[in-house]
DNA sequence: CGAAATATTGACCAAATGGTCAAGATTATC
DNA sequence: GATAATCTTGACCATTTGGTCAATATTTCG
């Protein structure tokens, strides 16, 4: 998978010793915490920069301007720009990933598509940034995503299917086809991250609005359980 | 509007004398020819290019070679490499807005909104870099494409709401919110030019096929029509 | 404390890249 | 054929950029 964040030395993050070696001393100057901190900072700045750049357009000067750190510092924590970019990926992936996995065959296909729908609605509002450099990379080849789109990707999409496949045989969904139709479901809610410029020019927005996200979602599941569901819904 | 290709001092191309004064010596050595010949090829070279690697990370160089001439050349024909952005930008621009051109309240919605999905998928499946370029363009915030999605774009997308409003006024279409619905229809259709690799990923594909696309469209013409259209059909 | 580990940062460098230029080749025009 | 206009191209350059380094500061811990 994605290569993680490096970890320099850290050693086994995780090892706990049976008693607390190290009794934090409250005030923050931790060495973990600066890292944590800091780490996080250039993450953040990274994905803002990579989002509204692209990955050749970003400069680590600029990302690290962002983060408010030197650039040395930048290349402190993360060896190139590449390992950064990976990193910043990587957590938008996992994002990704969790969100599929939350249809089952016993629940309602309308509820869960709801679900599933408002949850990448509010993805798009609260990490847009996150769902562009996706987007980028994808768009650009995924050159960067070595077999993520073939293996877990793709393994969750079956899964998927497989659910869908089973509401339709039990009369619960219209004949659809999965994969086209997960598709369908990617690509309506994305476009509000994605596409946020033309939506905003569209909409004469300055700034997209809670109320403009909420419409958003009302209108994609209206259409799309319309247009999945079993014509009688009752 | 986007600055078109520079014309360098070519003069008004279509005039043409009573008498055409130049009998087209019929071999092509003709230097309206060569340049417009070699327009074309650094034309859709950038596009390719431009779509592959985004703005900053698409060079001159990488162009001229893909179209097969000196870095100096393309210099020549386009000053600067922002100005054959430019230039490909502007023939996607064109494309899209005319498709949006092809509805009118005296036609039956079902065939007008599948004819213009149809059309939509054509062009991903024929000038899929064509979209990529967009794509990355609106990504990126849009940085080049000054008052495009505010002018020409929005004022598109009024004619078409009117046209969707006044169906739902005939009780021709359940009532949907004309811009989010064009969203949907840009989203769905334009994902298979952009998120081309996904796509492909996830149906287990080499490259896409027709068949592909002939599903593809199928399938959301269903889930679409199925989604707008008033309940009960006949 | 004192030594080891980790963090900070300004200065620096090699490579890549957009763009220029001048000299020459080709085509048009009188 | 001569002159002008356009096209072609290798060599060149200034700037940008990812990345390094060595010197210094700070934190950890026996």
Chains 1, 2 share one sequence.
Not at 42 to 64: D, P
Not at 96 to 125: G, N, T
Not at 173 to 192: G, K, S
């Amino acid at each position: 998978m994605i290569e993680q964040r490096k970890a320099q030395k850290s050693g086994n993050p995780q090892r706990i010793p049976a008693v607390a070696r190290r009794p934090r001393p409250a005030r923050g100057k931790d060495r973990r915490d600066i890292r944590e901190s800091n780490e996080a900072r250039l993450l953040q700045a990274a994905e803002t920069v990579f989002a509204e750049r692209g990955y050749s357009g970003a400069t680590t000067a600029a990302i690290a301007s962002a983060a408010r750190l030197p650039k040395a510092n930048l290349h402190y924590y993360f060896r190139t720009k590449e390992a950064l970019y990976r990193a910043v990926l990587a957590n938008v992936l996992a994002l990704w990933l969790d969100e599929l996995d939350r249809f089952s065959p016993e629940r309602e296909p309308a509820e869960a598509l709801a679900e599933y729908i408002a949850a990448k609605m509010r993805w798009s509002k609260l990490r847009p940034n996150a769902s562009k450099v996706f987007a980028n990379e994808i768009v650009h080849g995924a050159p960067f995503l070595d077999g993520y789109l073939s293996r877990e990707l793709r393994q969750r999409v079956e899964r998927f299917a497989a659910v869908i496949r089973r509401w339709i045989a039990r009369g619960k969904m219209a004949p659809v086809d999965p994969r086209h139709f997960v598709f369908h479901l990617w690509a309506v809610t994305q476009h509000y991250a994605d596409f946020e410029v033309q939506v905003r020019a569209v909409l004469g927005r300055e700034k997209l609005t809670d109320a403009d996200f909420a419409a958003a979602t009302a209108e994609i599941v209206n259409l799309t359980l319309r247009g999945c569901l079993p014509q009688r819904p009752d």
